[in-house]
């Protein structure tokens, strides 16, 4: 048995890429005393660890929800 059923490993994975988009976005406003080159590629540094959690949440995810549902979060 897998430690973390198939439902929910798309959403974790998901919600550890939006934790990482969100330094990405916002840190940077942070450190305006820096260079904005450096802070750049620090960004897409973070950006590029987002991207390694949501392209396999979304791979795993799309056998069990929809790319809306994927993309939604749903309130039921």
């Known amino acids: 048995m897998p430690a973390i ?10 919600f550890i890429s939006h934790v990482f988009m969100t330094f990405a976005w916002y840190g940077h406003l942070k450190f305006t005393d820096r260079p904005l080159w ?3 590629i620090v ?9 390694c959690f949501a392209v396999p949440a979304n791979r795993y995810g799309a056998s069990i929800y929809s790319p809306a549902q994927l993309k939604i979060p749903s309130r039921k």
Do not use: D, G, N
């Not at 960004?43 to 991207?51: G, L």
């Open 5 to 14: 059923p198939p439902s929910i490993l798309p959403i974790c994975l998901l």
């Open 43 to 51: 960004s897409w540094c973070i950006a590029f660890v987002e991207y």
């Open 38 to 40: 450096l802070v750049v």
